[in-house]
Nanobody, 124 residues
Framework: QVQLVESGGRLVQAGDSLRLSCAASGGTFSDYGVGWFRQAPGKTRAFVAVIDWRGGNADYADSAKGRFTVSRDNAKNTVYLQMNSLRPEDTAVYYC?????????????????WGQGTQVTVSS
């Protein structure tokens, strides 16, 4: 199984941008589809974005469309989540998850590998 480490989360102001990184080790990263999820206090973990293992397709939650962009750099074994026009309701712990030969999977149960999460806090 691939191991994942998220980074880049911090406190920002509403309207700011932030780029999260998901670094992988222990596998052939280009074989893995990667999803981004987030969990706010008292809420269940929710889908944010996904990029398939070929890297040619991506999909987003409605709340992320037009503001967030997911991309991958297989040479660096890293997937990124660029977040623009951040809102207070984007405040959450953000997790990346991976599945070998994963497509555009949006369900948490489909992913066997998870990172530890990175906190994003957006102040108003």
């Amino acid at each position: 199984q691939v191991q994942l480490v998220e980074s880049g989360g911090r406190l920002v102001q509403a309207g700011d941008s932030l780029r999260l990184s998901c670094a992988a080790s222990g596998g052939t990263f280009s074989d893995y589809g990667v999803g981004w999820f987030r969990q706010a206090p008292g809420k269940t973990r929710a889908f944010v974005a996904v990029i398939d293992w070929r890297g040619g397709n991506a999909d987003y939650a409605d709340s992320a469309k037009g503001r967030f962009t997911v991309s991958r750099d297989n040479a660096k074994n890293t997937v990124y989540l660029q977040m623009n026009s951040l809102r207070p309701e984007d405040t959450a712990v953000y997790y990346c998850a991976a599945k070998k030969h994963g497509g555009l999977l949006m369900a948490t149960a489909m992913y066997p590998s998870w990172g530890q999460g990175t906190q994003v806090t957006v102040s108003s």
